[in-house]
């Protein structure tokens, strides 16, 4: 039976990667697949890996219908085997649903990749729908880490170089794009330093402060924090 699934996990983990090896492999085979992508990294219409790998799609857009464009494509004589959708967190919970038509209707495997939740830890839309709709939900096991060697679980974005917490919820940028000065970045952290807003550039420079300790102040001020302490007097 054709199936809807949902690829998820946190930036960096290798979604687009999978994606890029689910359609080798099943274009080897002889099959024909659609692959389809919003907003990616790499530019208008362009699914990409931070592998290094890219390749051509369709660029789905707010007002861009995917099975009124499937059955447009089936019935002018085209053939399509599996449908591969990436950055699906960024499609709406109707065009989700037109996903679940292609399967339902059409008869063809959909896979959806994208992440959870956005910097401020809140649900996509796309990817709540997902979860509610589809036949299986496949967390990767690629892990992506935090700075601090734990399993990443959150993303953040990163502003100057500061982790910030309000704004749109899609800007699109790239992991490692944080520092760069009036440039969005974003970087993936255990659930521990997201809520401390501990990002691996604030953690060095803590690191290499002679007088400030990045520890968690929010037991007394309710906010994260660094705790200054005093510097050890050098021996008389």
Known sequence: MPELVFFSGTMDCGKSTLALQIEHNRSARGLQGMLFTRDDRAGEGRLSSRLGLVTEAVEAGEAFDFHAHLVRHLTAG?????VIADE?????????DQLARVVDDLGIDVFAFGIT????????????????????????????????????????RT???????????????DVGGEGLRGEVGYEVLCRRHHRRRLTAAAARAGTLSPDVLPVDAQGRSGAAGAVRVSAPRPPA
Not at 78 to 82: I, Q, S
Not at 88 to 96: D, H, K, T, V
Not at 159 to 173: C, I, K, L, S
Request: proline share 3%; hydrophobic share 40%.
């Open 159 to 173: 502003v100057d170089g500061r982790m910030v917490v309000e704004g749109a919820q899609v800007v699109v940028g």
């Open 78 to 82: 085209g053939r399509t085997d599996y």
């Open 117 to 156: 939740t956005d910097f401020r830890t809140k649900l996509f839309p796309g990817s709540q729908r997902l979860m509610e709709l589809a036949d299986r939900i496949e967390v990767l096991q690629v892990e992506a880490l935090c700075w601090c060697g734990a399993r990443a679980t959150h993303n953040a």
């Open 88 to 96: 699906a967190q960024f499609l709406s919970p109707e065009q989700i």
